[in-house]
């Protein structure tokens, strides 16, 4: 027996959408985005870009360049056979210092502690000794050494060579070069073979991979990225240090630029000579090491 009069409500239950129970709120009001505003970098700017305007327009109208002298001996013989001086200069420097830096780098790394000590103490001496004071040593080296022989250990000799005909101006020009890139240079493929992580050459060796096909196949590719950039500083840097063999007469761009306006008297366009060629040479060296770097940048993550 029902204890009410209502009767059992057949219809289904159905649950109400939640737009119709919430009601919408009010749409915020539109907010308004200021962009940050620096005034002192737009001023910063404006003084850089009339430095730079003036400086140019005095490049154009100071008759004391003499741009119309400079024009004249820019692509001169003298100048050329300069420039030619100056790039064998930097290229011997570069290839003897990097054969022997890469020697001296894996001294270094050895286990062996005499070998260690020796490339430590050669890297220590000639990165001590200024460059012109090497250069003017290897120059005079016959003042100490009338000739050098090939034999026996503090025994006889089988061959000699006169050190005078053996080291001339040119040859102690790249000695001198070359030895004290190489102390550099050293250190340069020291840090990017230390760069390359040790489990890489564990997992290699692991691997059953001899030790020589590590280093060409695993490390040297993975380390030259790092190798690379200060190597190509230090090739520029040889490139606009080979100013200094100028003290020995030896004819390379800033000796004959010198020798030009000792005679003629315009020392302004012809050292602007010197600098454009140290400029457009230094220009290229860094498009070759743009894509040296891209071509050994390849599966990198960056």
């Known amino acids: 027996m029902a ?5 059992p409500s057949t219809a289904p239950l159905t649950k109400e959408p939640a737009a119709a129970v919430t009601a919408t709120p009010p749409a915020p009001a539109e907010l308004v985005v200021v962009p940050v505003r620096h005034p002192w970098r737009w001023v910063a700017v404006a003084a850089t870009a ?7 327009h005095g490049l154009v109208t100071n008759p004391g360049w003499e741009w119309d002298v400079f024009a004249a001996f820019f692509t001169t013989e003298t100048i050329l056979q300069a420039v030619w001086v100056t790039l064998q200069l930097t290229f011997y420097g570069t290839a003897l210092g990097f054969a022997i830096g890469i020697v001296l780098a894996f001294m270094r790394l050895s286990a062996n502690p005499f070998l260690r000590s020796v490339a430590f103490g050669y890297i220590w001496a000639f990165r001590s000794i200024p460059l012109i004071v090497q250069l003017l040593f290897w120059f005079n080296l016959a003042y100490l050494y009338k000739e050098l022989s090939i034999g026996i250990p503090f025994g006889p000799s089988f061959l000699s060579f006169d050190t005078m005909g053996l080291v001339g101006e040119m040859s102690a020009a790249v000695l001198g070069l070359a030895l004290h890139q190489a102390a550099y240079a050293a250190e340069i493929v020291r840090g990017g073979v230390l760069a390359v992580d040790e489990g890489q050459t564990e997992a290699a060796a692991s691997l059953g991979i001899p030790k020589l096909r590590q280093l060409r196949r695993i490390v040297l590719p993975q ?21 200094i063999v100028s003290v020995m007469a030896i004819g390379e761009l800033f000796y004959q630029v010198q020798v030009v306006y000792g005679r ?12 454009a060629w140290y400029v457009l040479l230094t220009t290229a060296l860094s498009v070759v090491q743009h894509y040296v770097e891209r071509h050994y940048a390849k599966g990198s993550a960056r």
Do not use: C, H
Request: proline share 7%.
């Open 3 to 7: 204890l009410t009069s209502d009767p």
């Open 50 to 56: 009339i430095l730079l305007v003036q400086f140019a």
């Open 223 to 243: 380390a030259m990225r790092s190798i690379l950039p200060n190597a190509a500083n230090e090739i520029i840097s040889l490139f606009k240090g080979t100013s």
């Open 264 to 275: 003629n008297g315009r020392v302004v366009p012809l050292l602007m000579v010197a600098t």
